[in-house]
């Protein structure tokens, strides 16, 4: 059994946005630090593989056939703006299915008991892609399309999805909004890019309650997120029993990344993924984790190196602060769905 697998491929840093858009925050270089950072920091018994790339029956899964097929066609004819954030190249779509083809090789790898735990480093980042529509830098919605061939392909009747990005997850949400098989939450910044994620937002029809969005503000610091986790999030998903736990992990919430403003620290992004990654070998469930945010280069290569040990369950410690000063509101509105 190895420690972990690792997914990418060097498609995923053709899609360069910044030949469109000068400055672009979510560029090539991303991917290239974080190479380089697990590079320099060898990592035992991960084994890395290239991730295939996602055909028009994955991506469908979640999207709608017009969405896959205008997002193919734009890039075709050279490129273009699939919204004002979101600028693609006729590299995009390739990179943006072998993105999606990480997700859905790593499901596979986890169901099928060959790792405890994959990551993929990948890049056009998913979890604002809604069905219908890219936005946010997001092409396809990564991490809900392993869900979801999870769910139809591969027999998981229960998949729990964290998503610890600064920016809430709006297109997991939409995808599973109404959906008790799929547990999602989400710690973010609000008000903040996209505009959703409010506390009250519980999801709608039989999947009422199985959107769990905890919005904090700016300036909230890590202690203020490791409560929220431990003390609601968790405790929901140890009722829900997942068969599977699947991260979005965005860095974009550490304190010197200039894309937002909360006060995260490498220790505390540790710290998230120790606790998840106790609560995933609590409940006898494997944990993937994909890629999203995080626009200072090398600090989001530092903490994605930092937190797939923790994934791993190696010894290393965290943030050991908390801070609960957000959980009584988060409380009141979850524990109308779950006994926290």
Do not use: K
Not at 27 to 53: I, K, M, V
Not at 73 to 92: F, H, K, M, N, Y
Not at 220 to 236: F, H, I, K, N
Not at 261 to 271: G, M, P, Q, S
């Amino acid at each position: 059994m190895t420690a972990g697998v690792l997914f990418s491929h060097p498609a995923c840093l053709e899609h360069d946005p910044t030949l469109l858009a000068p400055g672009h925050p979510e560029a090539p270089g991303r991917l290239r630090a974080l190479e380089s950072e697990l590079g320099r920091r060898e990592c035992p018994g991960w084994d890395f593989r290239l991730a295939p790339p996602a055909g028009a029956e994955q991506l469908e899964l979640v999207h709608s056939a017009a969405h896959v097929r205008g997002v193919a066609e734009l890039c075709a004819r050279g490129g273009g703006a699939l919204d004002a954030d979101t600028p693609v190249i006729a590299e995009s779509f390739r990179a943006a299915q072998h993105a999606a083809g990480a997700a859905c090789a790593m499901v596979r790898t986890l169901l099928a008991g060959e790792a405890p735990v994959c990551f993929c480093a990948i890049r056009p980042p998913g979890h604002h892609a809604e069905p219908e529509r890219a936005m946010g830098f997001c092409l396809f919605n990564n991490v809900a399309i392993a869900a979801e061939l999870a769910i139809r392909e591969l027999g998981a009747r229960r998949v729990f999805i964290l998503d610890w990005d600064v920016h809430h997850g709006n297109g997991t949400a939409e995808a599973f909004r109404a959906r008790a098989d799929v547990l999602f939450a989400s710690i973010h910044q609000w008000p903040f890019y996209p505009g959703t994620g409010a506390l009250e937002d519980a999801g709608s029809g039989d999947g009422e309650g199985f959107t769990i969005n905890l919005p904090v503000p700016a300036g909230s610091t890590g202690p203020q997120w490791l409560a929220l986790l431990e003390r609601v999030v968790l405790p929901a998903a140890v009722a829900f029993a997942p068969e599977l736990v699947l991260v979005s992990a965005g860095f974009d919430a550490h304190a010197e990344d200039a894309m937002a403003n909360c006060r995260l620290a490498i220790d505390d992004f540790v710290e998230l993924a120790r606790l998840t990654s106790e609560f995933a070998r609590g409940v006898g469930a494997p944990l993937g984790a994909v890629l999203e945010g995080g626009y200072n280069q090398p600090v989001m290569a530092r903490c994605v190196s930092a937190t797939l040990a923790a994934f791993a369950g190696e010894d290393g410690g965290g943030s050991a602060s908390r801070d609960a000063s957000l959980v009584p509101a988060a409380v009141a509105q979850v524990g109308r769905h779950w006994t926290l």
